[in-house]
């Protein structure tokens, strides 16, 4: 099941046009709160991706959730949670906690990250053991770096390379802008631009494809290893949430 830790899912997404969202500002906000839903295919296991976005008193709270559906439940029980609560400084997403929780695939990771943007470094317990890095320019974690692109591309455009903080491994994404398509999804159907992020060094490629009128939410997520296709997630279902606060 790594494929499916890898999106960043949650995970990992990019270079566009600048253009602001068709969707409802709410003020002092760039992303808008919302809750989705995606198919989801894992090699032969079929499944969903729950994801929402909230407001909290000092930023955001993110989420999402991995599960098997069908007969994949038989193979497959159990599911990938994970949060990050992120904050903006005004050029850019900042993640300040990080949770998850996976009894999906077969290892049962655990992984509580918290960032002191002030001390430059992050702590917390990964499997049960105590972890620390020095933060050295932006770093996000698997759930932020997703906003953190989104955030970008509504703002100031996006930056050739990111930070991932997995776990206890720091990863440098390279990010490509490979361009405008038409895309069709159970939700409807868009023109995207496609955002693909690949670790340096590594032959596992993720695509985002996303929709300015959705704020540059991806309403397609593919990953790909040696060319070939590894899970494939599409938008179902979509909704706007009203402002309001979420967590700390």
Request: aromatic share 8%; glycine share 10%.
């Amino acid at each position: 099941m790594r494929p499916v830790r890898n999106f960043g899912m949650h995970r990992l997404l990019a270079s566009l046009l600048l253009a602001a969202p068709l969707l409802p500002a709410f003020a002092g906000q760039v992303l808008t709160p919302y809750a989705a839903e995606y198919r989801i295919k894992i090699s032969v296991l079929g499944g969903k991706l729950n994801t929402r976005v909230e407001t909290t008193a000092t930023g955001y709270m993110a989420e999402s959730v991995i599960r098997a559906t069908g007969m994949s439940r038989l193979v497959a029980g159990g599911s990938i949670r994970e949060k990050s609560w992120f904050t903006e400084n005004g050029e850019r997403i900042l993640p300040v906690q990080y949770r998850s929780s996976d009894t999906l695939s077969s290892d049962h990771e655990t992984v509580g990250l918290d960032f002191d943007w002030d001390r430059r470094e992050v702590t917390g317990l990964i499997d049960g053991k105590d972890f620390f890095a020095e933060l050295e320019g932006d770093v996000h974690d698997r759930v932020s770096l997703q906003y953190g692109l989104m955030y970008d591309l509504l703002t100031r455009g996006e930056s050739g390379q990111y930070q991932l903080q997995d776990a206890a491994e720091l990863k440098h994404l390279t990010i490509t802008n490979i361009g405008m398509r038409p895309v069709e999804v159970p939700f409807g159907k868009f023109e995207a631009v496609g955002i693909q992020h690949q670790r340096i060094g590594s032959s596992r490629t993720t695509t985002l494809w996303c929709v300015e009128e959705l704020g540059y939410l991806p309403v397609i997520i593919e990953q790909h290893r040696k060319g070939k296709r590894q899970m494939r997630a599409e938008l179902t279902e979509y909704e706007v949430l009203s402002n309001g606060p979420a967590g700390p």
